[in-house]
Nanobody, 114 residues
């Protein structure tokens, strides 16, 4: 089973930027569509962004225009560029397949606060 290691989180002020990375232990091409998810304090895990094999992307309305998902199949890595961050973006961020799921990684904490 493919394992995921998320990194790049941290503490950032409102309006700031972060770039998250997700390194997979196996082929993300074989998984197909990949996605970033997040779980805020006291909330359920939610889908943030999806990227398909051909490069098509979709986003939750709450992050549209601010976040960009990308993938490097050769490196088995998925990225999430987050700009114009808001306090409500505070959450633990995870990556996984959009339709073919593996076990969840530990995630990376993103805290947006002044």
């Amino acid at each position: 089973q493919v394992q995921f290691v998320e990194s790049g989180g941290g503490l950032v002020q409102p309006g700031g930027s972060l770039r998250l990375s997700c390194a997979a232990s196996g082929s993300i091409f074989s998984i197909g569509a990949m996605a970033w998810y997040r779980q805020g304090p006291g909330k359920q895990r939610e889908l943030v962004a999806t990227i398909f094999i051909g490069g098509t992307t979709t986003y939750a309305d709450s992050v549209k225009g601010r976040f960009t998902i990308s993938r490097d199949n050769a490196k088995n890595t998925v990225y999430l560029q987050m700009n114009s961050l808001k306090p409500e973006d505070t959450a633990v961020y995870y990556c996984n397949g959009a339709y073919v799921r593996s076990s969840w990684g530990q995630g990376t904490q993103v805290t947006v606060s002044s």
